[in-house]
């Protein structure tokens, strides 16, 4: 269902929720700005919106989700500083984004076309202001592609890589105020994609207020004076600017922005305000702007005790640092504490997953790792279910490393294969391969003489992973194959993998467990060095350096791969999709555990329009983020558990 | 009577028994002619509170030699069908008759909505616990194959005296096992320490002058870091590839390496004192050689004062061991020791839910509250001439 | 005495010099740099990073630049008071730790006049009752403190202050007052978090406390000028208090200045289990990123501190205490 509806609206054109034009009349004023509209501060609400807004009409059509009133402050709790641009993440406002149904959908634009991957047509929403009231326009788009991303000083490496297609860079039209048109020679898939990421692609900056700090536009004096003033190294109007422009880490109270709350408080604090944005271009069907929610408000602890301070109930809406194991604490303080808690699904390929290295350098260990059957019998000799009962309470999925039931590219002989538990036919196949000589303590020798001791590499974060190589390294004991883990800094977990030394390292699975056709396969080839399996073949693909694949299917699977960027046809992608999951499911190229694993949300009684039960994760939900936070909505009169349950 | 020719003095040469002018007793005799040593122990034994410490740490030390055999279960032992088991009571005295230690069956029911087990006892099984039993196999000190245990579990049962954690091990078990690994780290710990303070403290204090000044401007450097940065960064710098072994012989010497400071400073500044001393001076006017008096004459005068420093230490060792575990550097699972039981505590869950997994902290404060009262009562007794 | 103060400031020089150096050096120890550990964070997020936007970040941050360059121009900038940029926060290192000096010095003084409030009885008790179960029982109390992992205690007490009393966990006040002005609420808020940190930190401070002032008075009461004083009918707490009392207390005179750097840094576990809005979990967040001007600088300072501290109370204690020789030469 979900992938005809994608293929459609990628095809299609711009993707119109907007249905119903926004009348002047049955626009209402927002309550906390009446006062400042009252004075004159602020325009009244009919020339803030753009023209035409975006009108949610999900509350009509959906079930469990209903019209709010506007108003209340909602408190979050974050580990760090830093973590306030989880606010971008979470109030997902996007050129373009995904939707309730997970179609990429025209969100602050007014609508786009696409031409084959190659050209796409943006048109904004005229009368679409900044949240500082000044136009958002052509003009922004303009002053990133010129001024910032072709400039040699403020990007000595180019344009962001998203930008960059098979080396070359596209060519821009700014067609007239509100449009904007980008061609390249060769499709760029990725390109919607990388707009509507968790973490955007911004082709876009508030040009009236970085101007001021670009030497093509400031008064040299002035610039020269605020580069001082800021201590900038090396005294460059350059670090000044970068500094400046962090849409994304969304510190700066003065740099305007277009999401629905805007940051009030300037670094460093514990204590984050952020208030509603009043030029805000999304509105519900009954003319209210959104969002509906006046104010939040980001606390900083520590993260550890994030999960105490929320079962006391001082979170309003919570996912971030709480874990399963926390589950039981956070239902004990459930009832004083005045919330709910619900529990979500991760969406990874695998909760914990091992990845044996492709690229280790030691010779002998290498041949071992390169064969199939010995990472097929390591995949058969992990007990998936004793670590789902013992750990997960029996409610996680079992099985391999790959996709989750809910995408539709799913094939449940992905997540079986080599995933029973079946100690015979691992000990058959690893006495096939010529291990059959075992030392006193049981553990088979290596052809050298060795004992088969691999020492897996660990990132060191968390119990839950140690726990369960605690059962893996007594399943494989059975077969012969002793495991030592080792926890270190991620640094140098990283830089030993980097360098080969690494023999096999423990890391989540698949990113993106909820893939749809469309969306990149980058994870399934070795196209990064961040890629455990095979960082060298990886590091080859984006730098050109080091050696690339030597072994046939993953030089299938990287052939693939660039086959997917040129394919222009829905059904030759998702063919594309289903050829590389099957190797990865022959080749067993990490060794996944369970996946589904619970995620906790705590959610205020109060609180509506959050979602009973979803998936959480980074993309393409941006966890809060595509379930649209500017709909949630505070009824202090009205609780919202249900009867006899939470 | 001779009459010396020069004086007018007598000097009579009766036969002259000393003793005869003052007697002493057997006791007083005891006391006289007793060394250093004994007085020092004398003194010692008035402080009850030493004493009984003293005896307390003796028999943890013993302890740690025979772990395997006092821990019901072997240390990797893990049971799947009884995670986050509260304590298990024993009891002696079943539907009012005496039948000696025992325990009942103990199960679990699965609460799915709040995914809580609640263990409850099964009233109608009586497992008596066995003695000087066969219970799970071990290697004795990593070299012989034995299975003896002190006390086990019972055929069919199970006993978690301290219930057991998120994997199914036994708490007790893993205390017993862990106090080998913290009571170690403190005492090699501190021997390092030790003589690393003397050598330099003694020569700094012996020389004085120049030497004196190095070694004082060392120490001050060393001190005025903050211990926490120090210590990661030496953390941090630890191989990746040591066995568990070494990496926590690499943590003793961290630890050691920052503490010998303190000694040193006290033995720098009572030997500055002493060496002023006419015995000092003797033995150098004897032709002996500095190693031989700071060894042989000046030391023994303080090593009571020194010994009661160390034995202070311990304590400080055994806790930074633990902060190191805190901090996610040091000592990390699979070892076991109580700064990585403590560690795993560490959390929300533990302290509101499965309170028992804070046990451990019992015997750290136990230990540590030994050491301080030993080492008390053996600074107090280190000058016996003072009293 | 002039001669010495002098010779001492000077030869502080030195030693400050080498400290820095060495506190740079441990700084770059762990492999990597901050870059790194900010991307391998991002990564275990699920966040993806750009290589060359981390390349640009690398320059402009000037990561690439060899060893000494940098801790050139970190210690020559810190001659002339500019401590560095902090990479985690974005602001420079004086806004980062100087926000937070206040409330650390606060907490330190309120928990240095808490162990004394308890030391000092119990010393004294102790001292004047030895071996008596009065004596044991009230040092075991005051030990108990030093024996407990800070860490395990701060986060029982923390879970029962909330079940109890209904303190909001952690940090040093409710969250909304973190901003605002100082008023009654606010005082009160902090009033109420303040007593865990400062009994957690306090209690572990008591026994040393205990111990060495039980031994100084130890040693003065058995000294004749007591017997004769007792044998010439001065009541016992005069007794005690007018002259032994005063000379043990020299070294907490002479203790003052060696407190100087805990009272910035302020125990740093605590804080960091605590959440408590001072520096030391900003150190220690520092050290583990390796944000190193914000780590470097503020080591910086604390040495700085430890330096002068023991000077100080070098001083302090030969002023106050003749019999100690200050250099010694062999005589001979």
């Not at chain 1, 072709?150 to 821009?172: I, K, M, Y």
């Not at chain 2, 079943?94 to 099964?122: A, C, T």
């Amino acid at each position: 269902m979900k992938g005809t509806i994608l293929a459609l609206l990628l095809m299609a054109c711009a993707a119109d929720a907007a249905a119903v034009p926004a009348l002047q009349e049955e626009l209402q004023e927002t309550p906390l700005l009446s006062q400042q509209v009252a004075t004159g501060e602020l325009a009244p609400i009919a020339r803030r919106l753009p023209d035409p807004p975006y009108v949610d009409t999900l509350s009509t059509t959906q079930a469990d989700t209903e019209q709010g009133q506007q108003g209340g402050s909602i408190r979050l709790l974050m580990g760090k500083a830093k973590d306030v641009r989880q606010l971008v993440v979470y109030g997902y406002a996007r050129l373009i984004g995904f939707n309730d149904r997970m179609e990429l959908e025209a969100d602050i634009l007014e609508a786009f076309e696409v031409e084959g991957n190659r050209r796409f047509t943006f048109h904004l929403r005229p009368g679409h202001r900044w949240s500082d009231g000044v136009p958002f326009t052509s003009e922004d788009f303009r002053y990133f592609w010129e001024d910032v991303a072709l400039n040699t000083e403020l990007s000595p490496f180019g344009p962001p890589v998203a930008l960059v297609v098979d080396g070359r860079l596209p060519t821009v039209e700014i067609l007239d105020r509100y449009t904007v048109r980008y061609t390249w020679q060769n499709p760029n898939p990725e390109f919607l994609l990388a707009l509507a990421g968790p973490s955007p692609l911004y082709i876009y900056r508030p040009a009236h207020y970085l101007k001021q700090f670009h030497v093509r536009y400031a008064d040299p004096d002035q610039l020269a004076q605020r580069v001082e003033e800021a201590k900038i190294k090396k005294k460059q109007w350059t670090g000044l600017h970068q500094r400046q422009d962090h849409q994304y880490k969304f510190d700066n109270p003065d740099l305007p922005t277009l999401q629905p709350w805007i940051p009030v408080t300037p670094p460093p604090s514990e204590h984050f305000v952020f208030r509603r944005n009043p030029y805000y271009h999304r509105i519900d069907s009954a003319g209210r702007q959104l969002p509906y929610l006046d104010e939040i408000v980001i606390d900083i602890a520590s993260g550890k005790l994030i999960p105490a301070k929320t079962g006391a109930g001082e979170s309003d809406l919570q996912g971030r640092y709480l874990e399963m194991s926390n589950y039981t604490f956070l239902r004990e303080g459930a009832k004083r504490g005045n919330f709910d808690v619900r529990l979500w699904s991760s969406s990874r390929g695998a909760r914990v997953a091992l990845y044996p290295n492709l690229n280790a350098n030691d010779e002998t260990w290498q041949r071992l790792l390169r064969d199939v059957r010995f990472r097929r019998a390591l995949s058969l000799a992990t007990n998936r279910h004793e670590i789902n009962q013992v750990i997960y309470f029996g409610l996680a999925l079992e099985g391999a490393n790959t996709l989750i039931p809910a995408s539709p590219l799913y094939r449940p002989e992905y997540r079986d294969a080599w995933a029973r538990f079946d100690p015979e036919q691992a000990n058959r196949l690893l006495d096939e391969i010529g291990l059959q000589q075992r030392d006193a303590r049981g553990i088979r020798l290596l052809p050298d003489g060795r004992p088969a001791e691999i020492i897996v590499q660990s990132a060191g974060e968390s119990t839950e992973e140690t726990d369960v190589l605690e059962l893996i390294h007594d399943s494989w004991m059975e077969v012969g194959i002793k495991i030592y883990v080792k926890p270190t800094e991620r640094e140098i977990f990283r830089n030993r993998i980097f360098a080969g030394d690494a023999l096999m390292s423990v890391w989540f699975g698949l990113e993106n467990g909820l893939a749809t056709a469309d969306m990149t396969p980058a994870e399934l080839a070795p196209t990064s060095q961040q890629q455990l399996q095979w960082s060298e073949w990886g590091k080859h693909y984006e730098t050109g350096q080091g050696m690339p694949p030597d072994l046939p299917e993953a030089q299938r699977l990287l052939a693939l791969y660039r086959q997917w960027r040129h394919a222009d046809q829905i059904e030759e992608r998702r063919r594309i999709w289903h050829e590389m999951l099957q190797i990865h499911a022959d080749q067993v190229y990490s060794i996944g555990t369970v996946t589904e694993v619970k995620q906790p949300i705590v959610v205020n009684r109060h609180l509506h329009n959050v979602p009973e039960s979803a998936l959480w994760n980074w993309e393409p939900n941006a966890f809060f983020g595509r379930f649209r936070p500017d709909r949630f909505w505070l009824d202090p009169a009205r609780s919202n558990s249900v009867a006899g349950g939470q | 009577m001779k009459v010396n020719p020069v004086s007018e003095h007598f000097v009579s040469d009766k036969p002259f028994d000393p003793n005869s002018i003052e007697q002493i007793d057997p006791e007083q005799e005891r006391l006289y002619l007793a060394s250093q040593w004994r007085l020092m122990w004398w003194v010692f034994k008035r402080h009850r509170l030493a004493l009984f410490c003293g005896v307390l740490i003796l028999l943890m030390y013993l302890s740690i030699l025979i772990a395997e055999y006092l821990a019901p279960y072997a240390l990797k032992t893990r049971h799947t069908d009884y995670i986050y088991s509260p304590p298990q009571p024993v009891h002696l005295f079943h539907e009012g008759e005496f039948i000696g230690p025992f325990v009942y069956g103990w199960g679990y029911e699965l609460d799915m909505d709040k995914l809580l087990r609640n263990y409850s006892e099964q009233r109608d099984r009586v497992y008596p616990l066995s003695f000087f039993c066969h219970g799970d196999p071990y290697e004795f000190w990593g070299i012989r194959q034995a299975d003896l245990h002190l006390v086990c579990a019972p055929e069919g049962g199970v006993l978690f005296m301290l219930g057991t954690d998120r994997l199914g091990r036994d708490m007790l078990s893993r205390i017993i096992y862990g106090a080998r690994i913290s009571l170690t780290i403190g005492l090699l710990g501190i021997i390092v320490s030790f003589l690393l303070g003397i050598t330099l403290g003694g020569f700094a204090g012996y020389y004085g002058g120049w030497v004196d000044s190095t070694v004082q401007r060392i120490t001050e450097v060393i001190r005025s870091f903050p211990e926490l940065p120090l210590w990661m960064a030496l953390s941090a710098i630890l191989p990746v590839t040591w066995s568990p072994l070494w990496v926590f012989f690499g943590i003793t010497l961290i630890l050691a390496l920052l503490d010998w400071t303190g000694l040193a400073r006290a033995v720098r500044s009572k030997l500055l004192a002493l060496r002023e001393e006419d015995y000092c001076m003797a033995a150098e006017l004897m032709g002996a050689r500095p190693t031989r008096i700071i060894g042989r004459h000046l030391l023994p005068g303080i090593l009571s004062h020194l010994i009661a420093s160390a034995t202070l230490s311990i304590p400080a060792m055994i806790l930074g061991e633990t902060a190191l575990s805190f901090l996610g550097l040091g000592l990390r699972p699979p070892i076991t020791s109580w700064g990585v039981l403590l560690n795993e505590a560490q959390n929300i869950n533990v302290v509101a839910i499965y309170p028992w997994l804070m046990l451990p902290v019992i015997p750290v404060i136990v230990v540590i509250l030994a050491f301080n009262f030993f080492g008390d009562g053996l600074r107090d007794a280190a000058d016996p001439y003072k009293h | 005495m002039a001669y010495y103060i002098g010779r001492r400031l000077l030869l502080m020089i030195p030693t400050l010099i080498v400290i820095s150096f060495i506190i740079f050096v441990i700084i770059q120890l762990p492999p990597g740099d901050y870059l790194e550990s900010y991307v391998a964070e991002l990564e275990s997020q699920g966040e993806s990073v750009d290589p060359g936007q981390i390349a640009a970040l690398r320059s402009q941050y000037g990561l690439d630049e060899p060893f000494l360059v940098q801790y050139l121009t970190w210690s020559t900038g810190m001659l002339h008071g500019d401590f560095g940029y902090s990479f985690e926060y974005g602001l420079p290192v004086t806004e980062v730790v100087g926000d937070r000096l206040f409330l650390t010095v606060i907490i330190s003084l309120c928990t240095i006049l808490f162990t004394w409030l308890i030391a000092f009885p119990i010393g004294m008790y102790s001292a004047t009752h030895q071996y008596s179960w009065g004596d044991y029982g009230l040092t075991l109390l005051g030990f108990l403190g030093l024996a407990t992992p800070n860490f395990l205690l701060a986060l029982v007490m923390l879970y029962f202050a909330n079940v109890t009393f209904g303190i909001s966990i952690g940090g040093l006040m409710d969250p909304q007052y973190l901003d605002a002005d100082w008023s009654w609420d606010k005082l009160m808020s902090v009033l109420q978090h303040l007593w865990i940190p400062v009994i957690v930190i306090g209690t572990s401070g008591t026994a040393a406390m205990i111990r060495r002032l039980r031994a100084n008075l130890l040693d003065e009461l058995h000294k004749p000028y007591v017997v004769t004083g007792r044998a010439k009918g001065v009541p016992p707490f005069r007794l005690l208090v007018k002259y032994p009392l005063r000379v043990s207390l020299n070294f907490f005179i002479a203790d003052i200045g060696s407190m100087l750097p805990s009272i910035i840094s302020g125990a740093e576990i605590v804080a960091v289990v605590l959440s408590l809005p001072t520096t030391g979990p900003i150190l220690i967040a520092a050290l583990q990123s390796q944000d190193m001007y914000l780590a470097g600088s503020f080591l910086m300072f604390l040495a700085l501190l430890t330096v002068i501290g023991v000077l100080v109370s070098d001083i302090a204690l030969a002023l106050l205490d003749p019999r100690i020789r200050l250099e010694g030469v062999r005589t001979s």
